[in-house]
């Protein structure tokens, strides 16, 4: 489904992201880990289209999509969180929500359709009764869920986590672990999943992918990556 040559992208004197290879299958849930800095935001933007790689390339399903912007991308089936959540904070839940499908959809949905729509996955979050709350009222909880919602409510094929954990309290976090791993069983996606909470990640996803310092470092099953001596060494001073 996605497959990544070469990917390359400086800052100034950083290489954030430095000549990154990488496939992702169908129907796989992948987890993205590194400390802090080694380059996993970026790599979400570059897949999403938020940045254009320095060298390399990025094709989705086959096509060439290095160059498309993001709403492109998004139309192709491309859907992301970010790590600080970005929704309209004097919008309602529910007016977040319907905003992403109608600039999806544009002119292809009716506004009662739409707004059927957005309630739907609304209440597959527990959001429902929030939704005439304006998304900067919400605690943080909510907003991630609220950042989940919105993506899964463009239907993509690829769903790209920035961090849906960070802020949460433990029973938050597994609330959050458990709604996604059950979108991606009901709604026949591959995701890709970058998190800092190693232990419910770990347990969560079938391959984890290492970076550090821009490179990826090690890739395979969660109990193998967690054993891996390179991995351990980046993560000194972290958790692990
Ligand atoms: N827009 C930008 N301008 C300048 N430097 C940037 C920019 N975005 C990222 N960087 C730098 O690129 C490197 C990788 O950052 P990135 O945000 O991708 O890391 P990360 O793995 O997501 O870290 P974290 O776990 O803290 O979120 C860092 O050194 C960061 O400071
Ligand atoms: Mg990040």
């Not at 949905?109 to 005439?132: N, P, Q, V």
């Amino acid at each position: 489904m996605l497959d990544i040559k070469n990917l390359t992208r400086k800052f100034g004197g950083i290489v954030a992201v430095d000549d990154v290879t990488l496939k992702i299958e169908k129907g796989e849930i992948v987890g993205l880990i590194g400390p802090n800095g080694a380059g996993k935001t970026t790599l979400i933007n570059l897949i999403s289209g938020y940045y254009y790689p320095n060298e390399g390339k990025i094709f989705f399903n086959g096509k060439d999509i290095t160059r498309e912007r993001p709403f492109v991308r998004a139309r192709m089936g491309i859907a992301r969180t970010f790590q600080n959540p970005r929704l309209v904070g004097n919008m309602t839940a529910l007016m977040n929500v319907l905003y992403a499908i109608l600039g999806k959809e544009g002119g292809r949905i009716t506004l009662h359709e739409a707004s059927a729509e957005a309630m739907y996955y609304l209440d597959f979050f527990g959001l429902l009764k929030k939704r005439d709350v304006l998304a900067k009222d919400l605690p943080i909880y909510e907003m991630r869920l609220l950042e989940l919602a919105r993506a899964l409510a463009l239907k993509p094929k690829l769903l790209l986590i920035d961090e849906a954990m960070a802020g949460l309290n433990p029973a938050e976090a597994e609330r959050v672990s458990s709604l996604i791993s059950r979108i991606r069983e009901e709604f026949d996606l591959t995701i890709v999943w970058v998190e800092h909470v190693l232990r419910i990640l770990m347990r969560s996803v079938e391959r984890v992918v290492a970076m550090h310092y821009g490179k990826i470092i090690a890739d395979g099953r969660p109990e193998e990556v967690s054993k891996d001596k390179k991995v351990i060494e980046a993560y000194i001073g972290e958790e692990l």
